[in-house]
């Protein structure tokens, strides 16, 4: 039987003008990700802040210096509507990659803040 879940991955940007490393490992019974979502704690430090490269299965998905603000939803979009569609990846190795660089920008201060990424996934269930 398939089942459509959300998985959460946090990235704590804990220093300024950095770019931080994570791989998170998938679950063994995920078989496919239709999409994925970038958000935040402090939302406005993402949008002018964030940028970053992921990868699935080693495969590059968003380049280096994707902007933050190009993946993330506002209150007014249905919450069916909110994922970025990735069509129905395979998760190969079950790994995702991502390198999140916090750069410096006129608007908006510095302050740790942590970034999320929900993948909305497909799970075979037993």
Same mark, same amino acid.
């Given at each position: 039987?398939? $089942?459509?879940?959300? $998985? ?5 940007? *804990?220093?300024?003008? =950095? ?8 679950? $063994? *019974? ?18 002018? =802040? ?6 699935? *299965? ?9 902007? %933050?603000?190009?993946?993330? %939803?506002?209150?007014? &979009?249905?919450?069916?509507? =909110? ?9 190969? *190795?079950?790994?995702?990659? &991502? ?8 608007? &908006? ?18």
């Amino acid at each position: 039987m398939l $089942k459509r879940i959300k $998985k959460r991955f946090d990235i704590t940007v *804990n220093f300024p003008e =950095r770019t931080f490393t994570s791989t998170f490992e998938l679950d $063994k *019974n995920v078989s496919a990700i239709h999409g994925l979502l970038v958000t935040s704690d402090k939302d406005d430090l993402l949008y002018y =802040r964030g940028s970053q490269r992921i990868e699935i *299965n080693r495969e590059e998905i968003f380049p280096e210096k994707y902007e %933050s603000k190009l993946l993330m %939803s506002g209150l007014g &979009v249905a919450p069916d509507e =909110r994922f970025y569609s990735l069509g129905k990846l395979e998760p190969g *190795n079950y790994k995702v990659k &991502v390198d999140f660089t916090d750069t410096s920008h006129i608007t &908006v201060d510095f302050e740790i803040y942590r970034v999320s990424l929900y993948l909305d996934c497909e799970i075979t269930e037993i």
